[in-house]
């Protein structure tokens, strides 16, 4: 699980750098080798080429001792030049390590560098070859000279070149050391640089007010992060209609509230003042409908609150009776039904009637719609409530021989605290609006229409989750 | 005094109701916007108490009505609504006064009494009158320095007569002002009124105008 880009990118970037640097200096130290050889073999090769020029085609003895004479001083003046003409002394190790020897035809030396080995450096052949002299290995480079007969070689030991290599090598690498901080912070350094950009998107959002959920500008992100903000803009965005709504909610809500309890304050007031036992009894009586009705809303915004979630889920799905559920929640309510003196039914074919749902919304949905036809219906009328099936629909009815609604007010019914005559004090408003959420998270529709007699109200709920029947 | 209570809760409307009536307001209380505005094209009102939300006919909208027509009466808006923009919207469109839900009845009362008080274009909250001195908030009425015990009718009908001076005011008017329409009344009870105010007062301030109604002349 990678937990810190930073630490991901500056370990990785440094193993990089480390690795292609090493492979650089292996690679160098080969190349270095072969261009150290081809330089040196040149050397070879010019070297003996000059030798046999100076010789110019003179092998007496006298012009030969002349030159073996200077040949011989060359030590010297090397090692008074190092020590007192230049600054960086030429190491000794290197100079006197090229040789040369001439030989004529007889196997006699006629010429050879100061320190030249007593044994011949020459192979048989033309050109260049290794050798094994003195148990030491080295290049060698022969020319016979077939006009004068002699055979001019040069040579050098193979550790020169080893060592000029190791050298070149040894000097990479610590030029590599001496980098590696420096690329490590400079690594640091950037990485740093390119997550500002995130960070500052962090501060951005980790600075904000609670309740401050405006979209991030999407144009001051960098591309690597753009989905992400995106999605985050996303969330903002639902959080704020989320947040909104809650509001409105519970503004409507205040505010609903307010007239019950305009009425509970004035209600009091008139009890209070009044010297009327007759009055006071009666403003009492109202005083206790006000609660009751105050407790209605309340317990009805709770029952639409709780039924609010935003994501649409309804837990514990089971399947449910509709007809026993009906006749459960119905016998509730039939008390404030023969109050009124109304006359409820229940009327449906087949005692079970089984569709997938969550059993405590599906009994508020049925209690909101039974109550409100009690509540609507005036005394001595009648509710009835149907269940009926058909290929693959479970349908609910709820009818009464109320006022009905006009068709022009039937989808306003759905908004939350409409009431249509609006003089009916004790309903919340709230009724319809938690059957069509209940309706919601069931996949149902709700329509409400005129019932065939004419009169009254028919609310029909068809819930498309049909699982059976008897 | 006579109200026009409209407003669509039938538990709040009872209970503003019963308030007014117990200070001697005569109330007629209507459930909806229609019904008021039907009910003042035809009647005359000493005030009204509107509420917004209304069924039928909202309550801006009766207001906007009823000022295009000319009805002058002092409107105290009652409402739950009270963002300042709502409280702006009503006094705009002809509200005299804004009260927000849930209200106390004292303010209430007060409330019109001020309306009352500014539609006579009296700068005291008592009337004066002669060796008369009428004070509608505690509901009493003085004579030379002496409280005099009025009924909640009679102090209602003075209250009346003495806010218009020198208007005469019909029977009807006075009837009106006195008993809401649901009120089953005798046709003498007014003049028992008169009567009985002539005599408490002990003078004869207040005079028959025959076939038209009553009148305080102006002093």
Redesign the interface.
């Known amino acids: 699980m990678l937990l810190s880009i930073r630490k991901f990118l500056l370990i990785n970037l440094f193993m990089a750098v480390i690795i292609i640097s090493s492979l650089t200096i292996i690679g160098s130290y080969y190349l270095a080798h072969k261009d150290i050889r081809r330089y040196m073999d040149s050397l070879l090769v010019q070297a003996t080429l000059i030798c046999q020029g100076l010789i110019n085609k003179d092998i007496s003895e006298d012009h030969l001792g002349e030159i073996q004479q200077q040949l011989d001083a060359i030590p010297a003046q090397i090692s008074h030049f190092t020590n007192n003409m230049v600054r960086n002394p030429l190491k000794s190790h290197y100079t006197n390590r090229f040789q040369f020897q001439v030989w004529d035809t007889n196997g006699k030396v006629l010429l050879h560098s100061a320190n030249a080995p007593k044994n011949k450096l020459y192979s048989p052949q033309d050109g260049f070859s290794n050798r094994f002299i003195d148990n030491e290995k080295w290049r060698v480079f022969t020319i016979h000279d077939n006009q004068l007969g002699i055979v001019i070689v040069a040579a050098e030991p193979f550790v020169i070149r080893d060592e000029l290599g190791n050298r070149i090598a040894r000097d990479d690498l610590y030029i590599m050391l001496l980098t590696y901080p420096i690329s490590g912070v400079l690594i640091w350094f950037i990485i740093g640089l390119g997550l500002k950009s995130i960070r500052r998107v962090a501060d951005e959002i980790a600075h904000r007010e609670s309740n401050y959920l405006e979209p991030v500008d999407l144009q001051s992100v960098p591309v690597e992060i753009k989905p992400l903000v995106n999605e985050l803009n996303k969330l903002f965005y639902r959080l704020h209609q989320a947040l909104e709504r809650e509001k409105r909610f519970a503004a409507d809500a205040a505010h609903e509230l307010k007239t019950p309890l305009a009425a509970l304050r004035t209600q009091t007031q008139v009890a209070l003042r009044t010297t009327n036992e007759q009055e006071r009894n009666t403003a009492l009586q109202h005083l206790i409908t006000g609660v009751d009705r105050c407790t209605h809303v309340v317990q009805q915004l709770l029952t639409l609150s709780r039924l609010l979630p935003e994501e649409n889920m309804l837990e514990d799905i089971k399947k449910v009776n509709l007809p026993a559920l009906a006749a459960e929640i119905i016998a509730q309510l039939v008390p404030a039904a023969l109050e009124k003196n109304i006359e409820v039914a229940l009327i449906n074919r087949k005692p079970i009637v089984i569709i997938e749902g969550n059993a405590i919304a599906l009994g508020i949905l049925i209690r909101n719609l039974v109550d409100n036809a009690i509540r609507y219906t005036p005394n001595n009328g009648k509710v009835k409530i149907y269940i009926t099936t058909t290929s693959n629909h479970v349908n609910l009815r709820v009818t009464d021989n109320g006022p009905g609604i006009p068709p022009e007010l039937r989808g306003r019914v759905f908004e939350r605290f409409y009431r249509v005559l609006g003089n009916q004090s004790t309903g919340s408003g709230l009724g319809m609006a938690i059957v069509q959420q209940i309706a919601l998270l069931h996949k149902a529709k709700v329509k409400l229409a005129t019932p065939k007699n004419g009169k009254g109200l028919e609310v029909k709920v068809m819930f498309p989750n049909y699982l059976s029947s008897k | 005094m006579r109200v026009l209570l409209v407003e669509?809760?039938?538990?709040?409307g009872?209970?503003?109701r019963?308030?007014l009536l117990?200070v001697g307001y005569s109330v007629d209380w209507l459930?909806?916007g229609l019904a008021a505005k039907y009910a003042l094209e035809t009647e005359t009102f000493d005030i009204i108490v509107l509420d917004l939300?209304?069924?039928k006919l909202a309550g801006l909208e009766l207001l906007r009505h009823i000022r295009a027509q000319g009805i002058a009466t002092p409107v105290i808006i009652l409402t739950?609504?009270e963002s300042v923009e709502d409280k702006i919207k009503g006094l705009d469109a002809g509200a005299d006064d804004y009260i927000?839900?849930?209200?106390?009845?004292?303010e209430l009362y007060a409330r019109i009494r001020a309306l009352l008080r500014r539609r006579s274009n009296r700068a005291q909250p008592t009337i004066a009158f002669a060796n008369l001195e009428l004070d509608p908030a505690s509901h009493t009425l003085k004579r030379e320095g002496k409280l005099v015990s009025l009924p909640r009718r009679e102090f209602a009908l003075l209250h009346k007569l003495l806010e218009n001076t020198g208007h005469v005011l019909s029977r009807d008017q006075l009837m009106q002002s006195l008993y809401s329409w649901d009120e089953e009344v005798d046709s003498n009870t007014l003049e028992v009124h008169i009567h009985n105010l002539r005599k408490k007062l002990d003078a004869d301030y207040i005079r028959t105008i025959r076939g038209i109604g009553y009148m305080v002349e102006k002093r």
Do not use: H, T, V, Y
């Not at chain 2, 669509?8 to 709040?12: H, I, R, S, Y």
């Not at chain 2, 927000?100 to 004292?106: E, H, N, R, V």
């Open positions: 669509d809760d039938e538990l709040l009872d209970g503003a019963a308030g117990q459930k909806d939300g209304l069924p739950a609504r927000s839900k849930p209200f106390d009845l004292d």
